[in-house]
């Protein structure tokens, strides 16, 4: 789980500003979603250093939400 929160956190740009997000192509809103993954991955985050061990079903669909969310961004061309 944390290498799949790490590598998310690597490729998804929760960095850039909000004028960048919301100024190309806008298919769906690129802010929420980044919002949204942000929100999993610090509930993730918190669990794991709380020493709690997620299931795989857990993992499984924490992996969905965020290829589903690194689609949204491809196409609004934030992420390659």
Do not use: H
């Amino acid at each position: 789980m944390s290498a799949l929160i790490t590598q998310v956190r690597e490729e998804f740009p929760f960095t850039l500003p909000e004028a960048q997000i919301c100024a190309g192509k806008c298919v769906g809103c690129p802010k929420k979603l980044l919002e949204l993954a942000d929100t999993e991955l610090s509930y993730w985050e918190v669990r794991l250093e709380n020493n709690e061990q997620p299931l795989l079903g857990e993992i499984t669909r924490l992996g969905k939400l965020c290829k589903n969310i690194r689609r949204g961004l491809v196409r609004n061309e934030l992420v390659k």
